[in-house]
């Protein structure tokens, strides 16, 4: 089921296999894909995804949780066991479990149905990108100031004391972890249930300012880059 | 202290009584006696079915054993006093007959001899002198009363008695012809003083069958005890373990009920946590393919007029299927309050409210994170939406969790507060501003703090407009 993009990408794009039951979103899928530059192959279900899985090397998996028959979840484990091909979820619960469920089977990233299909890009982007640079594994703590920021547990000590966090500013240090000291944009600073965008990093990164600066309004560690995004200074 | 108070006060309340008799009917004082009475017994009783139990089994045994021992022993004591008394006095008559119908030696020394020998009485004989004046006699002794009545018939001379002097003995001096005979004996010959021992058995009896008592009646209550533990963590929405049903034939009935409802409303929620599940994941799938499809058209007027459209029934899908769902399908875990909190005060500041936040006590609670979360979300969203100023506060204290969300909007008048709970109900006025609302925040909110085993109400806030207060129980 080879799709037929209008556009005729480039023969070093990145590869994508699509593994959804639904006949519909795939082609779909596999159309807005081609269109943005990519190369699409097609799967129906988890046994045909295997199939097309040991014939090619796939730069990445765009996978649906709920399948008949074998589901998203085990597919995914089953890979995890061989390859190291990044994958994405996609799936229409968005039960916080489950999003901690794939991850935890090895999932590169997580998209709840119904998805903004820009964000999608964004994120197959960030994977591909993450993937090519060969980037070193996320450090295991980052030290900022008086500050010990354990990438594991998610925990931020000054000196013996824990600091108490929220889990979403956990993420943002995380995020923060895993850039080393680069600025990162504020659009991958996102969360919060009510206001989407920007305006929801903006607001987290004054609240974990006023935790971690002595002074909030001249930030010595959280900095920010005019027009980009916020930096994290690391010693 | 406060028996005293109580006195005064039922003083009180008796003198009212007494006004209100002369004005009403007789019978009407005394139901309310009965009513000030009922009230004082539920307010000092204590309040557990064991502690009661034990109160209603061991108060009337131990007044019906006072009661049966204090007759007993009367009657005992009375007959076994007027026996003894009738043998002493009976021999001392003999001894005064002998005395008076045989010659004696110069000092009576052969009957004092017999006597003593013979009958344990120590006597003498005493020249002839007027008796002592009456010594006064103890108020309830039955020994005084039993002796003077059996020497009064058995003799019928003139004498004196003695029965507190020497505390061990008893001293009689009975006029005679010629002389005064003065017996001294001993008072266990004339009195009943080892009942003690009855009262011992008695006591330790009664206090090995209240313990056995106690007992079995502490297996008895262990099965409604669990069963009322069982119903409220139901009630808060914990999952119902290892519950069988116990006991008493009507505490098994009662048990056997409480679990077919409990299977019927798992089995209910379990049906319709499959439904939800259905519906959203096709609902959202054909979501999913507008969106892919108005992408690949590009970006124009009309396709943005339907990305708002979609956008606003994504929405939409998602309240309808959290009222749907409500928390009937989680599973509650410790979550820390204070931090979700902060994260809400992040939301009303993201939303573009100036926000605050405080919170009091243990931080963790265990709850169904999400709804939970969902609940509160809701409120905030509400309160940054109506209002500049959000202030949300958080108290944990004797069992309870309470979350106050205040804003300066316009608030809600109180008689439509109640309306404000009605699902797909929205307000006319300035509350309804956003077109994107669905009218079910609050009535999930609600239904969310119930399922919690809490509440949540709407009431004036300190700063000016509407206050929700959610309380659940930890």
């Known amino acids: 089921m080879q799709a037929h993009p209008r556009t005729v990408p480039a023969d070093d794009a990145a590869h994508l296999l699509i593994v959804d039951d639904d006949n519909r979103i795939r082609t779909l899928l596999s159309r807005f894909l081609g269109e943005h530059g990519y190369r699409v192959s097609l799967a129906a279900s988890a046994a045909e995804a295997r199939g097309r899985l040991r014939g090619l090397d796939f730069d990445l998996l765009i996978l649906d949780v709920m399948m008949p028959g074998e589901s998203g979840f085990d597919l995914a484990q089953d890979i995890r066991q061989k390859s190291q091909v990044p994958i994405l979820m996609l799936t229409a619960r968005t039960d916080s479990d489950d999003r901690i469920h794939g991850l935890e089977l090895g999932a590169d990233d997580y998209l709840a149905k119904p998805f903004e299909p820009r964000e999608l890009l964004l994120r197959i982007n960030n994977i591909l990108k993450r993937g090519r640079s060969s980037e070193p594994a996320p450090l295991p703590e980052i030290r900022f100031g008086p500050y010990v920021f354990l990438t594991e547990r998610g925990e ?22 895993a850039s080393g000291g680069e600025t990162v944009p504020r659009h991958m600073i996102v969360g919060g249930d009510m206001g989407k965008g920007e305006r929801t990093a903006d607001v987290q990164i004054n609240r974990l300012r006023r935790k971690i600066e002595a002074d909030p309004s001249n930030p010595i560690y959280l900095q920010t880059v005019r027009g980009i995004g916020y930096r994290l200074l690391i010693d | 202290m406060i028996l005293a108070e109580i006195r005064t006060k039922l003083s009180q309340r008796l003198s009212s009584l007494a006004a209100a008799a002369g004005r009403m009917n007789i019978l009407a004082p005394v139901i309310r006696f009965y009513r000030i009475f009922a009230q004082w017994l539920r307010r000092h009783m204590p309040k557990g079915l064991f502690p009661r139990t034990i109160l209603i089994i061991v108060i009337p045994m131990l007044l019906l054993q006072s009661l049966m021992a204090f007759l007993f022993m009367q009657k005992h004591w009375e007959t076994v006093t007027r026996r003894l008394s009738q043998a002493v006095v009976g021999e001392i008559a003999s001894v005064i007959s002998v005395i008076e119908a045989y010659p004696q030696d110069p000092d009576f020394e052969t009957i004092t001899r017999i006597a003593s020998q013979d009958l344990k009485l120590s006597i003498s004989v005493l020249p002839p002198s007027p008796l002592p004046s009456p010594r006064p006699k103890p108020f309830f002794s039955l020994l005084d009363r039993a002796l003077s009545e059996e020497i009064r018939t058995q003799i019928g001379r003139p004498f004196w008695i003695d029965t507190v002097g020497k ?34 058995w008695m006591v330790s009896t009664s206090l090995v069958l209240l313990g056995v008592a106690l007992l079995f009646l502490r297996n008895q209550i262990r099965p409604i005890q669990k069963l ?61 393919r507008f969106r892919l499809e108005l992408a690949l058209i590009g970006d124009n007027e009309e396709t943005e007029g339907l990305k708002r459209d979609i956008e606003e029934m994504n929405s939409m899908l998602e309240a309808y299927l959290a009222f749907a769902r409500g928390d009937g399908d989680e599973i509650p875990s410790d979550i820390d309050i204070a931090l979700m909190v902060e994260d809400l005060e992040a939301d009303a500041e993201t939303a573009g409210a100036k926000a605050s936040s ?34 949300i506060s958080g108290r944990h204290e004797r069992g309870w969790l309470t979350i106050t969300v205040d804003d300066d909007g316009p608030g809600i008048p109180a008689e439509d507060r109640e309306d404000a709970f009605r699902p797909f109900h929205r307000f006319d006025d300035a509350r309804n501003l956003d077109s994107t609302g669905t009218g079910l925040g609050l009535t999930i909110a609600r239904d969310i703090a119930r399922g919690h085993g809490g509440d949540l109400v709407l009431e004036d806030s300190p700063l000016g407009g509407l206050r929700a207060v959610v309380r659940i129980p930890d």
């Open chain 1, 156 to 177: 931020l000590k000054r000196g013996d004391e824990t600091v108490r966090l929220t889990d979403r500013e956990k993420q943002i240090l995380a995020i923060f972890a």
């Open chain 2, 167 to 200: 505390s061990q003995f008893v001293e009689i001096r009975i006029q005679m012809k010629h002389n005064v005979l003065r017996v001294i004996t001993r008072r266990s010959q004339t009195y009943a003083s080892n009942s003690h021992i009855f009262l011992v």
């Open chain 2, 228 to 288: 009322a533990d069982s119903m409220e963590s139901f009630g808060k929405g914990h999952p119902v373990e290892g519950f069988r049903p116990r006991g008493a034939e009507e505490v098994r009935r009662a048990s056997a009920a409480f679990q077919r409802m409990s299977r019927r409303i798992e089995r209910q929620i379990e049906q319709r946590t499959i439904m939800l599940a259905g519906v959203s994941h096709d609902l959202r799938t054909i979501l999913t």
């Open chain 2, 358 to 391: 405080s919170y009091r006590g243990a931080p963790v609670v265990r709850v169904k994170a999400s709804a939970f979360r969902r609940c509160l979300t809701n409120l905030v969203a509400n309160a940054a939406r109506h209002g500049k100023c959000v202030e």
